[in-house]
């Protein structure tokens, strides 16, 4: 029933997307600004340090965005991963993932997107993927919350569900619901994040929050840093560390 909501929903966002209501002279949306934007070429690059009971996840991760037509946009991630568990350490290639989005609905205040994106079954070690290919659907809503644009909310809704992949592993079934509220401050930013996340596979929450700082370097060039905690009765990790570079080209 959830895989069939979601291939409604994204069915009805392609249909919108001939009369996409998308102010061309825009200059700053809730999908087009110093943190978040949908419609410049971006490339992405971050390292993610997570702490968990038995070791240790370093994930580094390549991303890139690049708009195409009037509201659509491609991204496809490349994640380099070491993980240590019990003092056994792997390190290689994570699974690749690429996806589409599309905006059917923007103006200067709010706006909505959906992307498809796949996860291959793609890491060199079966210890840094899942083994499984991913569908994963979502939804975003964003909002400028005050007069000035100074307050961002973007909220995302997203389903990871396996259909392929080695039948030795597990299937994968997790939704996830996130809320984050930006601040923007001169070339700055300060961010704070919440996701619930249920994991059908454990049956249990695998939530997290995180709080971010951004500055903006140049005018295509910006950075941030941001820590982590994980709570949920499932939860996959304790504490984390995450610092990137955002260059818009």
């Known amino acids: 029933m959830k895989n069939i909501t979601f291939i409604i929903l994204f069915a009805a966002a392609f249909s919108l997307s ?21 419609f410049k070429r971006t490339f992405v690059a971050f390292n ?9 996840i370093n994930t580094t991760d390549m991303r890139v965005i690049l708009p195409f037509g009037k509201t659509w ?3 496809a991630d490349l994640p380099l991963v070491s993980k240590s568990t019990n003092g056994e350490t792997a390190t290689g290639l994570g699974d690749v993932s690429f996806g589409v989005a599309n905006t059917p609905y923007l103006n200067e205040k709010r706006g909505v997107a959906f992307r498809v994106r796949i996860i291959s079954d793609s890491s060199t070690d079966h210890n840094l993927g899942s083994g499984k290919w991913i569908a994963v659907p979502s939804i975003f809503y964003g909002q400028y919350l005050d007069a000035d644009n100074k307050y961002l909310w973007l909220s995302i809704l997203e389903n990871f569900s396996s259909f392929a992949g080695s039948d030795n592993r597990k299937h994968v079934e997790t939704t996830c619901y996130e809320n984050l509220i930006v601040r923007y401050f001169g070339k700055n ?23 971010e700082y951004g500055r903006k370097i140049t005018p295509n060039n910006m ?13 996959s990790y304790n504490y984390g560390l995450e610092a990137g570079v955002l260059i818009l080209f």
């Open 18 to 38: 001939a009369n996409a209501q998308i102010v061309e002279e825009l200059q700053e949306t809730p999908f087009s600004n110093d943190r978040i934007n949908y």
């Open 48 to 56: 993610e340090y997570l702490d968990t009971e038995n070791g240790y």
């Open 73 to 75: 946009n491609f991204r």
């Open 189 to 211: 930013w300060i961010g704070a994040d919440v996701t619930f996340r249920y994991n059908g596979t454990v049956k249990g929450y695998q939530n997290n929050a995180y709080l």
């Open 223 to 235: 950075a941030y840093i941001h820590p982590s905690i994980a709570f949920g009765d499932k939860k």
